[in-house]
């Protein structure tokens, strides 16, 4: 059963060296998670890794360690990994972002989604996507050792309006696993991405299948998190029918499992909002009326309480 729940602070695209009145934006968000959070629910935090901003990753790391959130993994974001004619740039790049997650004291990391795929709407995941992928992140690796869990999250094109498929996850880290011979790199199923933009009636299918993924120990870290108005109300939205339930249910035995919520000023929620007409009904309440870390805790106490 999950013994760990974090939260990934405003969201993965977010900047990490943004300040309001001097202080760090992800450490506020830390604060006031702790705050509301008086059962110590979460313990862990998750945040965008920036090597050009190495000291501001540091005062977050221990700054977050101080207020009790004992788990911490980074976000590479911001490096095309599909992209085979930028193959010796990104993995430059991309061992520059684990040796400091490592440096910090991270041994566990993910991809955030929009990297992908090459910035080709036409790209064809098994010959345009997977190999270069599986290029960069096994030379990092292999580079950077102390790296132990590498997630992967894939995005689908957001004008195709599909997201993310636990599928494409599972190649995606079967053949990078594949290639370094051992087992560091997971699929990070979101459940937003799952059953946001699909079909309801493929909804006990995608289930299945992270059952499935998370019974073969292919899950270690996934997101709670609640798809179409990417609403922080994640009990109103259950209560709603918006996430099947079986599938909530099946997190319970994922180790360690992020909530998170969409700042309305994102801009990844913009697109969404101009390309999908579903995500028009994006719900900024919980920031615009200061609930959001009263309703993360109330979501923490209602998962941790499922059977």
């Not at 520059?96 to 990297?115: I, T």
């Not at 709407?121 to 292999?142: E, M, S």
């Not at 499992?257 to 028009?280: C, H, K, M």
Request: charged letters at 20%; a negative charge; proline letters at 6%.
């Amino acid at each position: 059963m999950t013994n760990t729940l974090g939260h990934v602070a405003v969201s993965a695209s977010f900047d990490p060296t943004a300040r309001a009145q001097g202080k760090l934006v992800y450490l506020s968000e830390a604060e006031q998670l702790r705050a509301a959070d008086t059962q110590g629910l979460y313990q862990g935090f998750t945040f965008a890794l920036n090597p050009d901003a190495a000291q501001d990753c540091a005062e977050i790391c221990a700054s977050a360690r101080s207020l009790g959130f004992s788990q911490l993994r980074g976000i590479v974001s911001g490096i095309e990994l599909c992209d085979s004619s930028t193959t010796a740039q990104s993995t430059a790049a991309l061992i520059r972002c684990l040796k400091l997650a490592v440096e910090l004291g991270m041994h566990q990391v993910f991809c955030v989604a929009q990297e992908w795929p090459a910035g080709s709407r036409d790209a064809d995941f098994d010959c345009d996507i997977l190999p270069p992928f599986v290029k960069n992140v096994q030379a990092a690796l292999q580079a950077v050792p102390g790296v132990t869990e590498f997630g992967v999250e894939p995005l689908i094109p957001v004008e195709q309006q599909h997201v993310n498929t636990l599928a494409k996850a599972r190649s995606l880290a079967d053949a990078c696993n594949q290639a370094l011979g051992v087992r560091r790199v997971y699929p990070v199923p979101d459940l937003a991405h799952l059953f946001g933009l699909v079909e309801r009636t493929r909804w006990d299918d995608i289930t299945n299948q992270l059952i499935e993924a998370i019974q073969a120990g292919e899950v270690p870290y996934a997101h709670l998190s609640v798809p179409e108005s990417r609403t922080d109300q994640f009990l109103t939205a259950i209560a709603a029918g918006d996430l099947p339930e079986r599938a909530v249910r099946a997190l319970r035995k994922v180790p360690c499992v992020d909530t998170e919520a969409f700042d309305p000023n994102d801009r990844f929620l913009d697109d969404l909002r101009r390309l999908v007409p579903r995500f028009e009904s994006a719900d900024p309440s919980g920031w615009t009326e200061g609930k959001r870390f009263e309703r993360f805790v109330e979501t923490a106490q209602y998962f941790q309480e499922l059977p």
